[in-house]
């Protein structure tokens, strides 16, 4: 019997999970995607002398990163 005030809590069981073999979409699964900045951020970007910043138009220096020739 409860108390006032308190309250039952049941927990149910569950079977462990079994490992599914990785299927080939798993094994070659891509991540595209494009990030969309405003064109005055960018500019912010493009005008600083240290990183991170623009060297040119898709170029993006971050901590750690160099310029490829």
Do not use: K, N, Y
């Not at 049941?10 to 490992?19: K, L």
């Amino acid at each position: 019997m409860l108390e006032a005030g308190t309250t039952a809590t049941t927990t149910t069981s569950r079977p462990p999970a079994s490992p599914a073999a990785p299927t080939a979409a798993a094994a070659t699964r891509i991540d595209l995607h494009q990030h969309l900045l405003p064109p005055a951020f960018l500019d912010a970007l493009r005008s600083r002398t240290v990183v991170p910043r623009l060297i040119d138009e898709w170029t993006l220096l971050t901590e750690g990163s160099r310029p490829t020739p």
